[in-house]
């Protein structure tokens, strides 16, 4: 009775299962499903393959997967993969998004169609009725590069006709030249022919770099890490690949139907070569799509013109110019600027970032000139130091801009040769000290101007809390400039708890939690205004920790690098042009004395102090 229950059970599922299917198939499917199965089995039907997603052909037309005899490389092989993997760990990708992209592609890749039977393109030796399909085929071509002028009786472009035939290239020619093999004993090419190759070859190889299109590290550029790692010994395998994006133009994708589209010689005939390379250097680093923007290119042929201009009206008012050697403090600042220029450009033309080296090079350079001229006041420019920005300036731009710099060199500078051949300036190990220490004016100088805006502005609306401000239309008035130049109170104790928890090596903080503890426990988290001071010690330790983990741990000393009263009252007179005000003067606001000058204005103090790097 029991097994029949479960017989009667069992059945009932059944018929309420087939319910659910009918529910979900028609019968008329379900027959078509039953028939096909039927007939795959009898072999009346036959199993096929669909893509993943729709494929289009460029004639326009739905592609469908085809049965067709194929060759197959299998680059997933484990022991291959090691040398593939291993190559790549060795490599110059300039940038992670390339690295990812090339591990992401060995992770997958496996069996590769490397066969097609129409086109252009390489017979395959072993099975002559098909040809390599085009992005497994020349993956080591730059190795041909390297012997292709001795093929081609010294004519790069092989037109005329070759001492060498193709079928003198056999397998132990090309092992000899490109794999250390042993002397092609069979070989009717003279012996020196196939020496200098080989000497060729040793000398260029490996490649350091290969510049090319991002969309071909899914294949193309990773067949040619696996090839290498094949063919050539270690010390042959590639050292660098250089990817890009694709480029728009005007912020819009390049296309003939619609007219957003330039050649190049197009784009040289409207805005010069100079100004296209200025505009292409421009539009963009790394491996997103750069952008040529029309604006730029007009913009550079203007700014390239008016820098003419001033290198002529500079030459001839050179003999006006203070001569010596660099000796005011914006002498040695401007002279720091150069040093920073050229270190800082070179390494981004090391890396290939030209917007980067355009930035240092050409825009900061000249930012850096103009803050230099406005500096120097009345005692002028020092010749020596203009002479190093011309000369300096026009090696930096000539990668980029050569006619334009050329022009400078030779007809302006009156130099010899060319600048192409001048070679790299030399110059001194920048003073990052210094550097901050002009930032620190500069940035005074602005607070200083709404500083003292501020006060005027209350002053004509009246202050209720205090006395009132001078105002510019006094017979006198002056300025008292406010320097605290160590942390100290509250400060000083969230600096010294930040000192404690970060590491110099990593330049990483502990968590937060620590760090939260560690105030708490504090002398300010004992005070029991606790939770108004920390309002304002959050926003401070949250300020220090990123800027120790950008400049390091000097950032969490209690002092700046540099003295600030030494720094401003050397650039008095540029404070005083900057803010309008003809009696300035730079006091410490640790000494009572000095506090004393301020009179009743000394509220103010109170309600603003200063602290390090904010006078």
């Not at 005011?328 to 980067?356: G, K, L, P």
């Not at 605290?484 to 000192?499: G, M, T």
């Amino acid at each position: 009775l029991i097994i029949l229950l479960y017989f009667l059970f069992f059945l009932y599922l059944i018929v309420n299962f087939l319910h659910f299917l009918c529910a979900c198939i028609d019968l008329n499917h379900l027959a078509t499903i039953t028939k096909f199965f039927g007939s795959t089995l009898s072999g009346q039907a036959i199993i096929y393959s669909e893509p993943e997603k729709r494929v289009m052909s460029r004639s326009g037309d739905e592609c469908v997967v085809a049965l067709t005899d194929q060759w197959y490389i299998t680059y997933g092989e484990s022991e291959w993969k090691k040398l593939a993997d291993e190559c790549l760990s060795n490599m110059n990708l300039y940038s992670d998004e390339t690295r990812h992209g090339f591990e992401h592609t060995l992770s997958w890749l496996n069996q590769w169609a490397c066969s097609r039977s129409f086109g252009l393109g390489t017979r395959i030796p072993w099975d002559e009725q098909f040809l390599v399909e085009s992005l497994s085929d020349s993956t080591i071509y730059m190795a041909y590069y390297t012997v292709a002028h001795h093929l081609q009786s010294g004519d790069m472009y092989g037109s005329g006709e070759s001492a060498i035939k193709p079928q003198q290239l056999t397998d132990d020619v090309w092992d000899y030249i490109f794999c250390g093999g042993p002397y092609p004993k069979s070989t009717d090419i003279s012996s020196s022919l196939l020496e200098r190759m080989k000497q060729e070859f040793e000398y260029w190889y490996p490649f350091d770099l290969r510049v090319s299109g991002k969309d071909l590290i899914q294949n193309h550029l990773t067949f040619c890490i696996y090839n290498h790692t094949a063919i050539m010994a270690k010390h042959h395998w590639p050292r660098g690949f250089r990817c890009n994006g694709h480029i728009m133009l005007n912020s819009e994708k390049m296309s003939k139907s619609t007219g957003n589209f330039r050649t190049l010689r197009q784009a040289i005939e409207e805005f010069s070569a100079d100004a296209t390379r200025f505009s292409l250097a421009d539009a963009g680093d790394g491996v997103d799509d750069a952008n040529f923007v029309f604006e730029t290119a007009n913009a550079a042929i203007l700014r390239l013109t008016k820098e003419i201009a001033w290198y002529e009206d500079n030459l001839a008012a050179e003999s006006s110019m203070r001569t010596g050697p660099p000796s005011t403090y914006a002498d040695r600042v401007f002279a720091n600027e150069i040093n920073i220029a050229v270190q800082t450009t070179e390494q981004n033309y090391t890396n290939y970032m030209f917007r980067e080296a355009l930035k240092t090079g050409f825009y900061d350079l000249q930012a850096a000139r103009d803050e230099y001229r406005f500096s120097c006041g009345a005692g002028g420019c020092n010749r020596d130091l203009v002479w190093r920005f011309m000369d300096v300036q026009t090696r930096l731009i000539a990668p980029i801009c050569p006619h334009y710099a050329e022009f400078i060199w030779r007809e302006l500078l009156k130099k010899d040769g060319f600048v192409v051949n001048a070679g790299w300036p030399t110059a001194d190990a920048p003073d990052l000290t210094l550097k901050s220490a002009n930032k620190y004016l500069q940035d005074s100088i602005v607070l200083m101007r709404k500083l003292l805006q501020k006060q005027l502005s209350g002053s004509k609306k009246g202050n209720k809390k205090g006395p009132p401000a001078a105002s510019l239309t006094d017979s006198k008035v002056t300025g008292l400039i406010y320097v605290n130049e160590q942390f100290d109170s509250w400060e000083a104790e969230c600096l010294s708890i930040l000192q404690k928890k970060f590491s110099r090596d990593t330049r990483t903080f502990a968590p937060e939690s620590e760090i939260l503890q560690a105030l708490q426990q504090s002398s300010v988290g004992q005070s029991s205004n606790f939770k108004q001071v920390q309002k304002r010690c959050m926003p401070f330790l949250r300020f220090k920790k990123e800027e120790a983990i950008a400049l390091g741990a000097q950032a969490l000393d209690l002092r700046l690098p540099f003295g600030e009263i030494e720094v401003l009252k050397e650039n008095l007179e540029l404070i005083k042009r900057q803010i309008g005000l003809e009696d300035v003067e730079i006091l410490s606001a640790a000494d009572a004395d000095s506090l004393a000058r301020a009179g009743p204005l000394a509220s103010l103090l109170a309600q603003s102090p200063p602290s390090p790097g904010k006078p």
